[in-house]
């Protein structure tokens, strides 16, 4: 065994070993502080005013607050394909006052975790960019 570690074998593998554990426990922050991108019809605006989204996703946790509403749910979707992080959910529960029970909202973050932007699809017309940190 001490040849082994010697050589750097060891420590290489128990380094590989920890990247997935890593990745699972990752929880990100998002905004998108400086505009919001809107699209219908086939033709994308960004909007003069708005509030900005928050976003906080992992492995196993999904949530998006923006104006006065939060959806929250359990991350249904997951998967890394090299630096990027996809996290999907379709089992958002929305706290708005007029939502149906029941009826679930669907969401998709794509990440990418090396420059931190991240692209956030919700509620169908909105497709915006965010910035993402752990």
């Not at 019809?41 to 006065?68: I, K, N, Q, R, W």
């Not at 991350?75 to 929305?94: C, E, K, N, P, W």
């Amino acid at each position: 065994m001490m040849k082994y570690m010697a050589s750097g074998l060891v420590p290489a593998l128990f380094g590989l070993m920890s990247l997935p554990v890593m990745a699972e426990e990752a929880s990100w922050s998002c905004r998108n502080s400086d505009f919001e991108i809107s699209c219908a019809d086939g033709a994308c605006a960004s909007s003069e005013a708005f509030t900005p989204m928050s976003v906080h996703v992992s492995p196993s946790e999904f949530s998006l607050c923006a104006y006065t509403v939060c959806n929250e749910g359990p991350t249904t979707q997951y998967a890394v394909l090299g630096d990027l992080m996809i996290f999907g959910s379709d089992r958002l529960v929305s706290n708005y006052v007029g939502a149906e029970e029941g009826q679930f909202e669907t969401a998709v973050v794509t990440l990418d975790t090396v420059s931190g932007a991240a692209t956030i699809h919700w509620a169908g017309p909105f497709q915006t960019p965010g910035v993402c940190e752990l």
